[in-house]
């Protein structure tokens, strides 16, 4: 451990959080953390759109993700305190003004392990009616019009097949930005599963 008189070892109180990769968890269940919470500044200084973290496995990036998602995502009580003490707590004010601010659309890729494409693309589809289920705030306030409702619907339901199921992502971004003013943080885990079990299976 390289340390300087300035910047004297900190010392890790509470249980090794073997495995876990929830932040507000990690935050409230009395595990150890080591604060990586600065990655927020880097992720808000960057002028890119689109941002990848390709790490090795088991690096933390669920873990990441998990903070930036408690972090950025609105209407999320308690998420302030999770930062209580943390770097990006210090960082200035044009950074913690972005703290609870944003809608959040977050999927999980993880169990994409299919054999086939038709499965696959079930998984998929899937995720994404969870996801489309996560903010059915939108059904209410009249954000969406008749037609959109529908669409809406038939995500939650499963239903969508084909160009609608292709769309159905960024319509949820639209209409997430539409209803609250607010550009969407898109936070995608475990992109590469569904790549590797195509390459590994043939499809």
């Known amino acids: 451990m ?10 890790l109180a509470g249980k090794p959080p073997i495995g876990l990769s929830d932040f507000r968890k990690l935050r409230t269940s009395g595990y150890c953390y ?17 941002l990848l973290l390709p790490r090795p496995r088991r690096f ?30 210090r960082a200035g004010e044009e950074y913690t003004a972005h703290r609870g601010r944003y809608p959040v659309v977050f999927l999980s890729l993880k169990d994409v392990k299919t054999l086939n494409w038709e499965d696959c ?4 589809r899937q995720v994404i009616s969870e996801e489309f289920k996560r903010h059915e705030m939108l059904l209410e306030g009249g954000f969406l019009d008749t037609e959109e409702q ?3 619907r038939k995500v939650r339901a499963c239903e969508c ?7 159905s992502l960024s319509h949820l971004l639209a209409w997430l930005e539409r209803a609250t ?7 995608i885990d475990e992109y590469d599963t569904p790549i590797h079990a195509g390459y590994q299976s043939g499809f």
């Open 121 to 124: 693309l079930g998984h998929l």
């Open 60 to 89: 933390g990036k669920t873990l990441n993700l998990s903070m930036l998602r408690a972090f950025f995502e609105r209407d999320r009580p308690g998420n302030a305190e999770l930062f209580r003490g943390l770097d990006i707590e």
């Open 2 to 11: 390289n340390t300087t008189a300035n910047h004297p070892p900190k010392l």
């Open 34 to 50: 080591v604060d990586k919470s600065l990655l927020i500044q880097s992720v808000l200084d960057l002028p890119a759109e689109v």
């Open 181 to 187: 003013g607010e550009q969407v943080v898109l936070l």
């Open 150 to 152: 529908k669409q809406f």
């Open 161 to 167: 097949v084909g160009f609608e199921l292709e769309r």
